[in-house]
Each structure stands twice: as structure tokens, then as C-alpha cells.
């Protein structure tokens, strides 16, 4: 190889020296989070991803039939898409897509989600339903009957990481793990049971929110009636998993009724049982059964509501507080939140610092920043628009969607002001009387899935906002509690706008 002449200068041309408009349309290759990346390098590249051709490209793609209103055209063009991405997530149309899917007239224990799969149980059955097939008219509405007793519990996991089906399955798609008062646990995939787990001597009352353990060798944990925590390793085959049982763990003394791993090591499992004490099990550390790894305990007041571990965090709903322990020391930091007589539910966003509650006909917004510097904790904001119990609860960085059993309608509000932007309604307006109001909801992106039933059927109303163009109008309406007039809302599909 012939070596550089000594005498040539070296070459300073920088890729700062290309022209924007020629750096614009490589980026316009890059998703979302890469454009977002590349504007925080540096003020050059900022420029580069705020050009209007890349925007202009995502706003086509994105709503080919859209047409820029009057206020967006005063906008640059990113922030006239991000301005109709964001209306978009939080519901802020009155013409959504819209759906409804009859089932039995049974109470529903849960409805989930999985991308465009939705997902839900009602009593021992297990529905389970692509929206997509079924609106092109092909037969994709499941319902499997495998469990003999009431479901109690529905997670999904990714297949990433599991060796489960690993001939044959993307890591992108997820497994859907099921428990029962029939004491078994179930794990279901393209839709069928693919494995059952049997361990527990009574009713398996919760799963754990995430796996445990590195990639490779993931562990389910479960807590059941029997006082007991289990833990089940998903590299097992066998359809009945008789080896899948890696652990028994005792200590409670009472039913195990929640259960979150620690967000800052993967092995540790937080349990709460049903007398609303506290124990955190490292999982690492045990591999037979009867053992017990116990390290670390604490108690809280009240009957339990939900769990949720932050980093080295775990926040616990319980009678009519949220309270904040640290897993490494287990000692109580701070109270996050009151409310009196009792909690019905409870949701954290910790990227924004904000606590979600419901109480008895209120939803009410905590900060959990300035609630570390009082000891009577209060909220930033609380909104009376519902009906009795707000037992459900969805928040995401752009909406929080509440719901209760005792009213029709599910609102949405803005996460950051706490505006309210819509009001949907679970049941046709005939029925609304009769309705059981809302018996679960779930919430994907654009997409929001409403469940009711009543002496007929049961009713699963699905709606997708992405391409959805009348905005909600204002309205003095005192149902909407002076925001949004919930009677706006056009269920029957088209608009006039």
C-alpha cells in the first residue's frame, strides 16, 4: 500500500460543512427517536432535524387525507405535526374510528391490549380478538375456556429473552400469562394454552408486573391464597410445566394480594398481603424449594390497592394513602398522597413526578416533588366528574382515562394540566340507564378499548382516534364539570364537520 504523501495537506472538510437541505433528506430516513436524538447533539443537527421537509414527509405519511387547519398553517411544520400527534393521543376528537363487539352478559375481570389484539376475561373464559381481521370480515373472535374457575390475574411479556417457542417466535411478539381461582397458571400464545402451571394450594391471586432474572433465564413470580409467593422458570417445556417450578417462598401469613419487581435490580420482588405487610424477596439468591429469601420487610395501613416500583422505589396504595418506601433501607420516605375515607385506585408517572388517584366520584393529581417537602401532602389538581368509585385508571404522558363501575362514561384528561378533553361513553345512549357503566378499559396510543354489559350482552366498544379530524368543541356543559359536552361525542361514526 502506498503511504501519504507528506506533503498533501490532510482534508478538514466536516460534516457540519454539507448543507442542511442535503443532511435534511438522509434524515428524513430516521424514525422518531432517532430525529429526536440528532437534534440534541447539537444546534447544527437541530437545525437539520427541524426542517420543514422532514416534517412535511411524516404529516403525509402519517394523514395522507389531512388538511392543515388555519391555526396549524401558522405553525413550522414539526410543530403542526406534533401539535396534531398530541391532540390525537389526547382524544381530542369527537370522530374517531369506532367499533362495538358483543360477548355474554357477564361481568369482565380485565381487558388488555396487545398492539391491535385486545384481550379480556369474563369469569373462566378468555376472549381474545384481532381487530384487524375482524373488520375485514374474517373470523378471528377466540374464546377458550381452558381454566375452570374465576380468572384473577392477566399479564403480557415479551417473548424477548424467554427461550419459550424460540424455533418459531419474533422476540417482538408477546406471551399472555394467565392465573385463576382454579390454582393454575396459564401461558398463551397464537391463541391457545401453551403451558399450565400448577404449584399453588388455593387460588393464585397475582402475577408479577415484569420477569424476573437476566435474559435467558426469565422467572415469573405468583402470590396466592395460600400465603405463599412462587417462582416459575419460562425456560421449561413440558405442557403441563412439571418442572417449571423453581421455588416456593414463605413468610406472609396472610393471602399475597400485589406484586412489582424493583425497577433498579431485576431480581428483587416486592409482595403486599392481604394483612398489608411488606416483603421484598431477592429472587438470585434461592433455588429450592421451601427456602426462604426474604430481605427486607415494612408494613403500611389500610386494606392494599396497587404497587408500583421506580428505580429503588416502591409505592404503595393502601386504605386512603400512597406511601413511598425505599427498597434499601425499607424505611418510609414520604407520604405521596391522602385521600379520605378510602382509595379506589392508583397510578405513577415517575418520568413527570405525578401521582394519580381515585377517590369517590374524584380523580385528584399529586406531585411527588413537592409532597417530599410537607408532611400533609395535597393535591395540584382534583376534578369531580364522575359517579361513584373511580376504579379505573390509565396514564400515559399525554392523557390519564378514568372510569368506575357506577358511571356510563370514561373521561380524559390532559396529564400535564389536567384538562379535561373528552368524555366516552361505554354503552349505546339506550342503555346507558341500565348499563353496568364501566366493567374495564384499556388504552393503546390512539386506540382505547371501553367494556359494559348489561341483561342482554356485554359490549366491548373499541375506538381509534389516528385518523380522526373534528376536534371536541367547547361546552358549558355541568356533566363534563364545565370543559367538554360529553353528548358531543358520535358514536355512530361520520361527523359534520
Same mark, same amino acid.
Given at each position: 500500500?502506498?503511504?501519504?504523501?507528506?506533503?498533501?495537506?490532510?482534508?478538514?472538510?466536516?460534516?457540519?460543512?454539507?448543507?442542511?437541505?442535503?443532511?435534511?433528506?438522509?434524515?428524513?430516513?430516521?424514525?422518531?427517536?432517532?430525529?429526536?436524538?440528532?437534534?440534541?447533539?447539537?444546534?447544527?443537527?437541530?437545525?437539520?432535524?427541524?426542517?420543514?421537509?422532514?416534517?412535511?414527509?411524516?404529516?403525509?405519511?402519517?394523514?395522507?387525507?389531512?388538511?392543515?387547519?388555519?391555526?396549524?398553517?401558522?405553525?413550522?411544520?414539526?410543530?403542526?405535526?406534533?401539535?396534531?400527534?398530541?391532540?390525537?393521543?389526547?382524544?381530542?376528537?369527537?370522530?374517531?374510528?369506532?367499533?362495538?363487539?358483543?360477548?355474554?352478559?357477564?361481568?369482565?375481570?380485565?381487558?388488555?391490549?396487545?398492539?391491535?389484539?385486545?384481550?379480556?376475561?369474563?369469569?373462566?373464559?378468555?376472549?381474545?380478538?384481532?381487530?384487524?381481521?375482524?373488520?375485514?370480515?374474517?373470523?378471528?373472535?377466540?374464546?377458550?375456556?381452558?381454566?375452570?374457575?374465576?380468572?384473577?390475574?392477566?399479564?403480557?411479556?415479551?417473548?424477548?429473552?424467554?427461550?419459550?417457542?424460540?424455533?418459531?417466535?419474533?422476540?417482538?411478539?408477546?406471551?399472555?400469562?394467565?392465573?385463576?381461582?382454579?390454582?393454575?397458571?396459564?401461558?398463551?400464545?397464537? #391463541?391457545?394454552?401453551?403451558?399450565?402451571?400448577? =404449584?399453588?394450594?388455593?387460588?393464585?391471586?397475582?402475577?408479577?408486573?415484569?420477569?424476573? #432474572?437476566?435474559?435467558?433465564?426469565?422467572?415469573?413470580?405468583?402470590?396466592?391464597?395460600?400465603?405463599?409467593?412462587?417462582?416459575?422458570?419460562?425456560?421449561?417445556?413440558?405442557?403441563? =410445566?412439571?418442572?417449571?417450578?423453581?421455588?416456593?417462598?414463605?413468610?406472609?401469613?396472610?393471602?399475597?394480594?400485589?406484586?412489582?419487581?424493583?425497577?433498579?435490580?431485576?431480581?428483587?420482588?416486592?409482595?403486599?398481603?392481604?394483612?398489608?405487610?411488606?416483603?421484598?424477596?431477592?429472587?438470585?439468591?434461592?433455588?429450592?424449594?421451601?427456602?426462604?429469601?426474604?430481605?427486607?420487610?415494612?408494613? &403500611?395501613?389500610?386494606?392494599?390497592?396497587?404497587?408500583?416500583?421506580?428505580?429503588?422505589?416502591?409505592?404503595?396504595?393502601? =386504605?386512603?394513602? &400512597?406511601?413511598?418506601?425505599?427498597?434499601?433501607?425499607? /424505611?418510609?420516605?414520604?407520604?405521596?398522597?391522602?385521600? /379520605?375515607?378510602?382509595?379506589?385506585?392508583?397510578?405513577?408517572?415517575?418520568?413527570?413526578?405525578?401521582?394519580?388517584?381515585?377517590?369517590?366520584?374524584?380523580?385528584?393529581?399529586?406531585?411527588?416533588?413537592?409532597?417530599?417537602?410537607?408532611?400533609?401532602? #395535597?393535591?395540584?389538581?382534583?376534578?369531580?366528574?364522575?359517579?361513584?368509585?373511580?376504579?379505573?385508571?390509565?396514564?400515559?404522558?399525554?392523557?390519564?382515562?378514568?372510569? =368506575?363501575?357506577?358511571?356510563?362514561?370514561?373521561? &380524559?384528561?390532559?396529564?400535564?394540566?389536567?384538562?379535561?378533553?373528552?368524555?366516552?361513553?361505554?354503552?349505546?345512549?339506550?342503555?346507558?340507564?341500565?348499563?353496568?357503566?364501566?366493567?374495564?378499559?384499556?388504552?393503546?396510543?390512539?386506540?382505547?378499548?371501553?367494556?359494559?354489559?348489561?341483561?342482554?350482552?356485554?359490549?366491548?366498544?373499541?375506538?381509534?382516534?389516528?385518523?380522526?379530524?373534528?376536534?371536541?368543541?367547547?361546552?358549558?356543559?355541568?356533566?363534563?364539570?364545565?370543559?367538554?359536552?360529553?353528548?358531543?361525542?358520535?358514536?355512530?361514526?361520520?361527523?359534520?364537520?
Amino acid at each position: 500500500m502506498a503511504e501519504a504523501d507528506p506533503s498533501r495537506p490532510l482534508s478538514t472538510t466536516r460534516i457540519t460543512d454539507v448543507d442542511v437541505d442535503s443532511l435534511a433528506h438522509c434524515a428524513g430516513y430516521l424514525n422518531l427517536q432517532d430525529l429526536s436524538n440528532l437534534a440534541m447533539s447539537c444546534k447544527y443537527f437541530k437545525r437539520v432535524a427541524y426542517s420543514d421537509s422532514i416534517w412535511l414527509r411524516w404529516l403525509r405519511d402519517s394523514w395522507p387525507d389531512h388538511i392543515l387547519s388555519s391555526s396549524s398553517q401558522a405553525l413550522e411544520v414539526r410543530d403542526a405535526y406534533m401539535a396534531r400527534r398530541t391532540a390525537l393521543q389526547q382524544f381530542k376528537f369527537v370522530d374517531p374510528f369506532v367499533a362495538d363487539f358483543y360477548t355474554v352478559p357477564q361481568p369482565y375481570s380485565h381487558v388488555v391490549m396487545d398492539k391491535n389484539d385486545v384481550v379480556f376475561s369474563q369469569g373462566s373464559m378468555i376472549g381474545m380478538m384481532k381487530i384487524d381481521s375482524c373488520l375485514s370480515g374474517r373470523q378471528s373472535f377466540i374464546m377458550r375456556s381452558d381454566h375452570n374457575a374465576r380468572i384473577t390475574c392477566m399479564r403480557l411479556f415479551s417473548l424477548g429473552g424467554t427461550s419459550l417457542f424460540k424455533s418459531d417466535a419474533p422476540g417482538s411478539e408477546n406471551i399472555l400469562v394467565t392465573s385463576s381461582c382454579d390454582h393454575t397458571i396459564r401461558l398463551w400464545w397464537k #391463541g391457545s394454552c401453551q403451558r399450565c402451571f400448577r =404449584g399453588h394450594n388455593g387460588p393464585v391471586s397475582i402475577l408479577s408486573d415484569k420477569l424476573l #432474572g437476566e435474559v435467558g433465564g426469565k422467572v415469573l413470580a405468583s402470590g396466592g391464597e395460600d400465603a405463599t409467593v412462587r417462582l416459575w422458570s419460562l425456560n421449561s417445556s413440558g405442557k403441563r =410445566g412439571q418442572q417449571a417450578l423453581k421455588a416456593t417462598l414463605y413468610g406472609h401469613e396472610k393471602p399475597v394480594k400485589l406484586m412489582s419487581v424493583a425497577g433498579h435490580k431485576i431480581s428483587l420482588l416486592v409482595t403486599i398481603s392481604k394483612n398489608s405487610k411488606v416483603r421484598v424477596w431477592d429472587t438470585a439468591t434461592s433455588s429450592a424449594v421451601r427456602s426462604s429469601c426474604c430481605v427486607g420487610m415494612a408494613s &403500611v395501613a389500610g386494606a392494599p390497592v396497587k404497587m408500583k416500583c421506580h428505580e429503588s422505589m416502591v409505592y404503595v396504595a393502601a =386504605g386512603s394513602s &400512597v406511601i413511598s418506601i425505599d427498597l434499601r433501607t425499607m /424505611q418510609k420516605v414520604l407520604t405521596a398522597a391522602v385521600y /379520605q375515607p378510602n382509595l379506589y385506585s392508583f397510578e405513577i408517572m415517575p418520568s413527570k413526578s405525578l401521582i394519580c388517584t381515585g377517590g369517590n366520584g374524584s380523580v385528584m393529581l399529586w406531585d411527588i416533588r413537592r409532597n417530599q417537602e410537607t408532611l400533609t401532602p #395535597g393535591p395540584i389538581a382534583e376534578l369531580e366528574s364522575h359517579r361513584g368509585p373511580v376504579t379505573f385508571l390509565h396514564m400515559d404522558p399525554y392523557k390519564i382515562v378514568t372510569g =368506575g363501575p357506577e358511571d356510563s362514561y370514561v373521561n &380524559v384528561l390532559e396529564t400535564d394540566t389536567f384538562t379535561q378533553t373528552n368524555s366516552l361513553i361505554c354503552c349505546s345512549t339506550e342503555e346507558a340507564s341500565t348499563s353496568s357503566g364501566c366493567a374495564g378499559l384499556a388504552v393503546n396510543g390512539y386506540q382505547i378499548v371501553t367494556a359494559s354489559y348489561g341483561e342482554e350482552h356485554g359490549l366491548l366498544r373499541f375506538r381509534d382516534f389516528a385518523n380522526a379530524a373534528c376536534p371536541v368543541v367547547e361546552s358549558g356543559d355541568e356533566r363534563a364539570s364545565k370543559f367538554w359536552d360529553p353528548q358531543s361525542y358520535s358514536d355512530s361514526g361520520g361527523s359534520d364537520c
